[in-house]
């Protein structure tokens, strides 16, 4: 029987409570120096480091805690900085300016780390000069050295470093050879001070153009073996499946694939010999993206399986933990909750379980993670019934009609005008609701403040001139927490913290049972909104497929069952609305775009299960209530008809950024439901030009038909201040106000 070896591929670096946040927030609001600092963070990667020694991990990752994020890192490793920023000392200061701009100059871009929500910054080639800054790959080596612990160094290969940055003459290949030398020097320093191997992350070899980049892969691994770096070099791959024949016949010492978002397949080939035997098989066998407990006998039986194919097997979680939080030992969750659960130290503590129940035949913890996950998946909680074919999926009549009675329901004037929904969370909602949470303030009191701000916003509204108004949102934290914190089936934790980008966290709700509206959600505001004038109030609602993807989901069901769970709620909440005479509601679903599989193979799929879900949410309402939904993040050329195929009676998106290209994906096809374009950007704090706002509207309506055209801001507005918000709506609503007038619409 062989040893099987335990590691891991990343940590979260927030810390159990934040701790990173909190210090390099306190550095750039200057209330912490550079030393301490630099201090605080080093205790904080030392605590990540020994955290992790305590599950008799063969090997730990160092080069994953980071100031800020790991690919800007080795952006500035390699000397690759933005042109507005080059000719500055290589320090953190300009680590932090280039992650988020300064006075003189616009950050870099932030983008999705492949399909998970963490944001990585891009690398600019433009006019870059690349060579070898300071190596803090190497300290951070040492410095886990220093503690004994036994690491292996980790960063991102050239061929996803090259894949995820931009701008420069350079060809694809061009720049890869450039970094060559470079990441070279990086790999022998490494192997000089004792690492064993080098974790270098290819996640770019799992996407459906990685053919195109395997003859410069070949070429760059070739050249590392050159240089004596074969046995030192594992190629490390996650979120989805790789050609296994491709990398077999690279040159290293062994590979690292995910087995839990593979679809299957990366255990097929195995299974069907193409993994060199000789080669060390990472095998990603834990779920690193989810917090569940992992079902233990299933991964005892795929080591079993995965014996047979290599002489030399590493276990380890599917992805770096960075995509869950810290420990449960901080929760106080009912045990037949937490049962089911796994954080980063509790998936560490599942390999342990794994490691002596193969290598000392130690069964006790195996056994006891055995029974832990047979009692959860036998909960009540998890097995209610569901009548889904008794809700309607599709609207009553086709959307001429309903517009008919729509129109004449709600008499709107030419280009209507609304907003996206919430209005500023000043200091003071903040502090309201924070109070109320930690039972400072009565419910009474709550209540109260909750009623004057909505009060007070109806009435700017009202004087600003809107025709379709709102409430605020003034009692949501987070559009997908709030509606967790009160529907059946999820749970919202106290430090379930993930970072998003930067220094920014998000605490995703658990969708730990089945999803049942109880009781309604959003009713009391709308109404008491409503109540307060004779413009229409939109209800607002986070959709179900927004839900689900910015939650932790479930896996022991189909995923389209939960999202359909999740539909027949807030189909409940739709229709308690409307119910109570709500005439216009919003269903938001700003991460449909974002939920789109890594592999387009399953884009159809997924595109045709998201459009269930919002009609099974949305098509109970009689013709006369009007369906609103509202997308940002733009980028919707690929998914267009499924936007479509929603069936919104009206659609909001966000527009000004994408400039223009957004009116010509919806000009591709006959987009003949009403459509509001945003006609400026939220997330700057300056305020639109009258022209500025007129232009956007033309531009549109020449695409667009005039009777299906609403004019509305990019996205909500919760981000800004109030004498902004103010000020920017005043602009879009004269801007209409002047189209109005002009009679003469056919030089539009
Ligand atoms: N209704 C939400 C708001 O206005 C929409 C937010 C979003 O699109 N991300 O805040
Ligand atoms: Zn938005």
Known sequence: MMTIKTSNLGFPRLGRKREWKKAIEGYWSKKLDLDTLHQQLTDLHKENLLLQKNYNLSSIPVGDFSLYDHILDTSLLFNIIPERFQGRDIDDDLLFDIARGNKEHVASALIKWFNTNY???????????????????????????SLNVNAHPVIVGPITFVKLSKGGDQSFEEKVNTLLPLYKEVLQSLKEAGAEYIQIDEPALVTDDSADYEAITQAAYEYFAEAGLENHIVIQTYFERVNLQFLNSLPVKGLGLDFVHDHNFNLEQIKAGDFDKNKTLYAGIIDGRNVWAADIEAKKELIDTLQNYTNDLVIQPSASLLHVPVSLDDETLEESIAEG??????????????????????????????????????????NLEYDFDSVRTSRQSAFKTRKQAQDKRLNLPDLPTTTIGSFPQSQEVRKYRADWKNDRISDENYQSFLNNEIARWIKIQEDIGLDVLVHGEFERNDMVEFFGEKL????????????????????????????????????????????????????????????????????????????????????????????EGIQIIQVDEPALREGLPLRSEYHEDYLNKSVHSFKLATSSVADET????????????????????????????????????????FEDITYDLGIGLGVYDIHSPRIPTESEVTEAIHRALQE?????????????????????????????????????????????
């Not at 980028?635 to 223009?660: M, W």
């Not at 201040?721 to 007038?741: G, H, I, M, P, Y």
């Open 488 to 579: 059946q089936g999820f749970l919202v934790t106290k430090f379930g913290w993930v970072q998003s980008y930067g220094s920014r966290a998000v605490k995703p709700p658990i969708i730990y049972g089945d999803v049942k509206w109880a009781e309604p959600l959003t009713v009391k505001e709308t109404l008491y909104a409503q109540s307060l004038t004779d413009k229409p109030v939109k209800g607002m609602l986070t959709g179900p497929v927004t839900i689900l993807n910015w939650s932790f989901e479930r896996v022991d069901l189909p995923r389209e069952e939960v999202q359909d769970q999740i539909a027949l709620a807030i189909n409940e909440e739709v229709l308690a609305l409307e119910n």
């Open 119 to 145: 944001h990585y910054i891009v690398p600019e080639w433009d006019h870059a000069e690349p060579k070898l800054n300071h190596n803090v790959l190497l300290e951070r080596f040492n410095y886990a050295k």
């Open 704 to 748: 667009i038909d005039r009777s299906l055209f609403w004019v509305n801001p990019d996205c909500g507005l919760k981000t800004r201040k109030e004498d902004e918000v103010v000020e920017a709506l005043s602009v879009l609503v004269n801007a209409v106000d002047k189209l109005r007038k002009s009679t003469n619409t056919a030089t539009v």
């Open 341 to 382: 659960l796994s954080f980063a130290t509790e998936k560490l503590d599942e390999l342990d379980a794994l490691r002596r129940l193969f290598n000392d035949n130690d069964a006790e913890k195996y056994n006891q993670l055995k029974a832990r996950y047979e009692r959860f998946q036998n909960q009540s909680f998890k």
């Open 626 to 665: 009007q369906i609103h939904t509202h997308m940002c993040y733009s980028q919707f050329g690929q998914i267009i008809h499924a936007i479509y195929d929603l069936d919104a009676d009206v659609i909001s998106i966000e527009t000004s950024r994408s400039h223009g290209d957004l009116i010509k994906d």
